[in-house]
């Protein structure tokens, strides 16, 4: 029953666009894979069989006059996040996952990496390129989040299979983007009963 409300968590978050300004990088989680062939070796860092590949985009603008350094750090005013499980990294991949969870108009913020090299060709999509050594500074708010969300799901869960990652990562971004909401479980009822449809076609892995 848990896994069937954190994919209706997902299915609610699906229909909201980022817009305006957004910070854009992937992240690597630890799961375990039940069907992997033990035979075959492991591999270590990116492509290890045992860490799943996540696509990490959060609303993110100048903070302004709002911005209170005793209150936090960061000059950046974060908004609404999504974290996408991704089969692969290649451009055309990324590129399409991308463009269709922003609005148009929209300005991305990456880091140089060869991954999302084709977002700057997209109509309405204005994606500026950075240098590593500025990634801390101008991405703050998608790697407190990828880093918020490893340590909770180690806290909690321990240990995660990959086919159900995706449903904790829709628990996890669910309740992010109702934090400012009073009745949390209200809003859970609502996508429930708006996506009963949705979800009964939808996998919960």
Known sequence: MMHKLRNVMGLGDNNYKLKEEI??????????????DKSEPLKRGRGSQRQTVVLVSVESKDAGDEHDPKKHGKKKKVGYLKMKVVESLKKEYTTNKVVESIEKN??????????????????????KVILKKDIPKVLPWVHTAISNAKRLLLDVHHRIDDDFLRNYLNEFCFKFNSRYFDDLFGRLMIAAVSYRWDYLEEPCG
Do not use: A, W
């Open 23 to 36: 910070e854009l990088d992937e992240g690597f989680f630890e799961t375990v894979s039940i069907t992997r």
């Open 106 to 127: 929209t300005t991305i913020i990456s880091d140089k990496s060869t991954s999302y090299g084709d977002l700057e060709k997209q109509h309405d999509v204005e994606s």
